[in-house]
T-cell receptor, first 113, second 116 residues
Framework: GENVEQHPSTLSVQEGDSAVIKCTYS??????FPWYKQELGKRPQLIIDIRSNVGEKKDQRIAVTLNKTAKHFSLHITETQPEDSAVYFC????????????FGAGTRLAVHP | DTGVSQNPRHKITKRGQNVTFRCDPISEHNRLYWYRQTLGQGPEFLTY????????KSRLLSDRFSAERPKGSFSTLEIQRTEQGDSAMYLC??????????????FGNGTRLTVT
């Protein structure tokens, strides 16, 4: 069935290092790929998204890349800070019928001072 | 705050009882979604409304679950005869247009259900 796989499940970095989270999707017609950040006890919040007609998008220290041929996309966080510590979820839209997002299982990022 | 609002924030109930949750989406959003999130997992799609019409239900949603959006504004999610496996965070989200068009989902803070 339709699914989104996300790796790694946990990621620990030192402050100032870069962090990369990768996702693969199964629906070749997916055309929208958002990333959400969820802090403990809080709602998932959109941090960046990309549409299928774009290969890369950047917003300050956060960037997302998309490879449609390989059906994978990645989140890159540079110059990590302790406040980047959270769970990050990737998602992909499904084609056909009515649109919805399918989420990955999440990556718990810990940034150590 | 004009974001998505959910009530109650927490609900503890005994197995076999019925529970109902409410979601108020962002006012101009006519798309409304319910998701369920268990510990260590991503949000899992349950159902979707466009205005008052329920257009899709997940195969995961048993007949004990029902959702309504009677006037195309707020929505309710009811779980009948709750089971311990229903314990989870129930998230509501809304969007201005179809997600496939790049319209993002905005989530509420969720209702955490504990079934004892």
């Amino acid at each position: 069935g339709e699914n989104v796989e996300q790796h790694p499940s946990t990621l620990s970095v030192q402050e100032g290092d870069s962090a990369v989270i990768k996702c693969t999707y199964s629906d070749s017609a997916s055309n929208y790929f958002p990333w959400y950040k969820q802090e403990l006890g809080k709602r998932p919040q959109l941090i960046i998204d990309i549409r299928s007609n774009v290969g890369e998008k950047k917003d300050q220290r956060i960037a997302v890349t998309l490879n449609k041929t390989a059906k994978h996309f990645s989140l890159h966080i540079t110059e990590t800070q302790p406040e980047d510590s959270a769970v990050y979820f990737c998602a992909a839209s499904l084609s056909g019928g009515y649109n919805k997002l399918i989420f990955g299982a999440g990556t718990r990022l810990a940034v150590h001072p | 705050d004009t974001g998505v609002s959910q009530n109650p924030r927490h609900k503890i109930t005994k197995r076999g009882q019925n529970v109902t949750f409410r979601c108020d989406p962002i006012s101009e959003h006519n798309r409304l979604y319910w998701y369920r999130q268990t510990l260590g997992q991503g949000p899992e799609f349950l159902t979707y409304f466009q205005n008052e019409a329920q257009l899709e239900k997940s195969r995961l949603l048993s007949d004990r679950f029902s959702a309504e959006r009677p006037k195309g504004s707020f929505s309710t999610l009811e779980i009948q005869r709750t089971e311990q496996g229903d314990s989870a965070m129930y998230l509501c989200a809304s969007s201005l247009a179809d997600v496939g068009s790049g319209s993002p989902l905005h989530f509420g803070n969720g209702t955490r259900l504990t079934v004892t």
